[in-house]
């Protein structure tokens, strides 16, 4: 089970870490990715799914978690329910 709250607490540390710009999805619209995180949820931009690394992304192994494409589809604790 993801802890979601200390996964808020440690935002500032992770978002930074986040694999979104390097993906192939990824649209450059001033968005900084995490969209795992409940406080940011889906894309405004992204709305293709063109391939998903957010499975080599250190927030992935850091937080546990279990879903992908979370640009598209919403943050791992919607996903999760
Ligand atoms: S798991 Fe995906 S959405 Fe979350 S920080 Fe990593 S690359 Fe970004
Ligand atoms: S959530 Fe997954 S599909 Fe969406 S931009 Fe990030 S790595 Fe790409």
Redesign the pocket.
Known sequence: MVDFEAMEKQKKE??P????PQ?PSWIECKEK?????ESIGKSKCIKEENG???GG????QKAG?HNRY??TRGSEKQLSK
């Open positions: 992770l978002i870490l986040c694999a979104c993906c990715g995490g969209f795992c995180f998903c690394i957010c992304c250190p927030v992935t978690l979370y640009c």
